[in-house]
């Protein structure tokens, strides 16, 4: 019998490997043997493979069966190694050649087979398949159950198939079977998908944050918003949803393939289409946030990517929680290192917080008297350290409105009227780095700031002297010029002005921050 060779694919959460199942067999004992790095999950599935056999009316031969799984090096974990396995046994065993022998050598296929011999739905479909496209696949053999994670993605043939039979009859008997060829519409997708349920309109007065707001969606920038209670914070960030830009299909493709190896994705919910919001709460580890210890799952910050990570009420969060914030905000990624290997998750994310300035939460109130003294102040507020609150592009202060201004029934600007500004700043965006790996000015290094931001000598002296009497970081200097640069774009203007440098000065107001010693 000659050596016969099946292909899938492996995940270490987002990394991926292509694996090459070689089925041999001897006249030892009969069995089945599955070496090169098998997990217990793949080493069991002998006896769901010798069930499905019997299932399908095929006697396995008396004769010792070796399922190899190369290369060597790469550890093997999960059960969608089914199916590969199993159809690299049955072309082993048949005396003829199996038809569609071309289009076995050039396919993949992912399956978890159950003892009834009925096809099982597996993981991380989507980031496998994503990834194969990159290497040249186009056919994928997939569970029935799975299919709706591809009936999106262009230019790749899909055989959904239900049971192990189908496999049977198209290969040795050359019957028909379902090819899906043309991808559906992600237009569909869109309308289907839950907007937000706050509406800027809802929210009376605030012009100062809606704005500011605004020019932070118009390209992700971190924010920071501090006042005493009952000014709206909370409302607000929620709101924030609801004028942020689509996602592309590309970026839709990305986030989509975190949540698939987290089985967030369903035939009701087959990609997310929307930018995620993250609420996170006090009382989450910072291990949760980064990615969940048992098994390196991706936290919080990579369930964000590309949409929100909100934290509320950041000052009751423990600061070596906050602390672990700061390499994704700045790096856009977060990698986990370990003994065995290493994970990089994406982490592009806009945070967007809501604090309280002090323990009784009226700090420097123009209404209510603070009860703490300096000291309380000093100690609730270093929960978030400097280097921190240089990571954010915004530090806005959110004064209460009367009760007279809420009360109104005045019609305020509307999240579509936002939504339609921060369209546009973003096709200004895009035009800008149409030529570059960046889509956005928060993602501008300061090469970058060199390449696309022209400063007049009136800008430079002004970022100087703000620099000195405020006692500026380089990092807080370069933000506020792409924070300025983004003010720009609202505005429609094609050159930077100290204006708009004055303004983004004014949405990093520490005013309600004590000073350290």
């Not at 599955?34 to 793949?42: E, Q, S």
């Not at 043939?157 to 991808?183: A, H, M, R």
């Not at 907007?195 to 920071?224: C, G, M, P, T, Y």
Request: proline share 5%.
């Amino acid at each position: 019998m000659p050596i016969q060779k099946v292909k899938t694919y492996t995940n270490l959460w987002l990394q991926w490997n292509e694996i090459i199942i070689e089925a041999d067999s001897n006249k030892a004992l009969p069995t089945i043997e599955i070496i090169w790095l098998p997990d217990a999950a793949i080493k069991e599935s002998k006896e769901r493979i010798r069930a499905t056999f019997r299932n399908v009316w095929i006697e396995l031969p008396k004769r010792k069966i070796i399922l190899n799984l190369a290369p060597s090096d790469t550890k093997k974990i999960w059960t969608s190694f089914d199916l590969p396995m199993a159809l690299a046994i049955l072309l082993l065993i048949t005396e003829w050649k199996a038809f569609h022998q071309e289009l076995i050598d050039k396919s993949l296929f992912f399956w978890e087979l159950g003892l009834d011999w009925e096809i099982k739905r597996v993981n991380w479909l989507l980031p496998s398949v994503i990834n194969a496209i990159n290497k040249g696949y186009k056919d994928f053999f997939v569970p029935e159950e799975n299919k709706y994670e591809l009936e999106y993605v262009p230019w790749i043939n899909i055989y959904p198939l239900k049971n192990f039979s189908d496999i049977v009859w198209y290969f040795l008997n050359n019957k028909d079977i379902i090819k899906i060829s043309d991808s559906k519409n992600i237009e569909d997708l869109y309308k289907s998908s839950n907007k937000s349920e706050l509406d800027f309109q809802h929210i009376k007065w605030q012009i100062f944050a809606k704005r500011a707001l605004a020019i932070a969606a118009a390209w992700l920038h971190n924010v920071i918003m501090v006042w005493a209670p009952w000014s709206g914070k909370t409302m607000l960030s929620k709101a924030l949803q609801s004028v942020l830009p689509p996602l592309w299909f590309e970026e839709i493709l990305e986030v989509s393939q975190i949540y698939s190896v987290i089985w967030k994705l369903s035939k009701d919910n087959p990609l997310i289409t929307q930018r995620p919001f993250r609420q996170v709460h006090h009382t989450a580890s910072r291990i949760s946030i980064v990615w969940w210890w048992t098994n390196l799952t991706p936290g919080e910050v990579s369930l964000a990517h590309k949409g929100i990570l909100f934290f509320d009420e950041l000052t009751e969060f423990p600061r070596e929680t906050l602390e672990v914030l700061r390499q994704p905000i700045e790096d856009r990624n977060i990698v986990i290192s370990r003994v065995s290997w290493t994970i990089q998750y994406p982490a592009n994310f806009m945070f967007v917080a809501a604090m309280n300035p002090c323990k009784c939460w009226f700090y420097k109130d123009p209404e209510k008297p603070c009860t703490c003294n300096i000291n309380d102040i000093k100690r609730y507020q270093s929960k978030i350290s400097w280097p921190l609150l240089d990571r954010i592009d915004m530090i806005l202060e959110i004064p209460r409105e009367n009760i007279e201004k809420i009360l109104d029934n005045v019609k305020w600007e509307s999240s579509q009227s936002i939504w339609e500004k921060v369209i546009n700043a973003r096709r200004i965006q895009q035009k800008r780095f149409e030529k570059s790996n960046i889509t956005t000015n928060s993602q501008m290094w300061s090469k970058d700031i060199d390449e696309f931001i022209s400063l007049d000598s009136a800008s430079k002296d002004f970022l100087t002297q703000a620099s000195q009497k405020l006692f500026l970081s380089p990092r807080v200097i370069h933000r506020t010029i792409k924070l300025a640069r983004t003010i720009a774009d609202m505005d429609g203007q094609e050159n930077l002005e100290i204006r708009h440098l004055a303004e983004a000065m004014q949405y990093r107001s520490k005013t309600m921050f004590v000073e350290e010693d």
